[in-house]
């Protein structure tokens, strides 16, 4: 009884510990990817359309962008472990990190931001295209 008590005890031990390297491997590929600084910058330019619509002073964008990313940080980033365990091995997770590592892997981390920036005015251009076409198809329904 003691021997299945103590097996049962570093099965434990060994879950937890294999939790925690998912988890490690999880933060390191948010980190590699720039998963939170591509948010930051879709807020950005959500906040920026706001401005340009409600009287609000550039340090209520400021504290807004703070909420924003703390409340993010808080409720959707403890959710990636869970999900990618979902899609995701922890073998996936370390071949997509040491990709990361990689310099191309590096070339693709610095460039996400840039040419996300770089497509803004495109996605601003498309955006009243793509409604107009959803407003056709509502109107024939």
């Not at 550039?58 to 365990?85: G, N, T």
Request: some cysteine; glycine content about 2%.
């Amino acid at each position: 009884m003691l021997l299945l008590l103590f097996a049962g005890t570093l099965t434990g031990f060994a879950q937890a510990a294999a939790d925690d390297e998912y988890a490690a491997e999880v933060k390191k590929y948010i980190a590699a990817s720039k998963v939170e600084e591509t948010v930051a910058q879709q807020m950005d330019a959500q906040f920026t359309a706001l401005k340009a619509q409600a009287p609000i002073t550039d340090a209520q964008i400021e504290e807004m962008k703070k909420v924003a990313i703390e409340s993010y940080r808080e409720f959707v980033l403890p959710k990636y472990v869970e999900v990618c365990r979902k899609h995701l091995t922890l073998d996936d997770l370390k071949a997509v990190n040491a990709f990361y590592a990689s310099p191309a892997g590096k070339k693709l981390s610095e460039s996400i931001i840039p040419i996300s920036t770089d497509l803004m005015p495109t996605l601003t251009e498309w955006q009243p295209k793509l409604q107009e076409a959803l407003m056709k198809i509502m109107q024939g329904i």
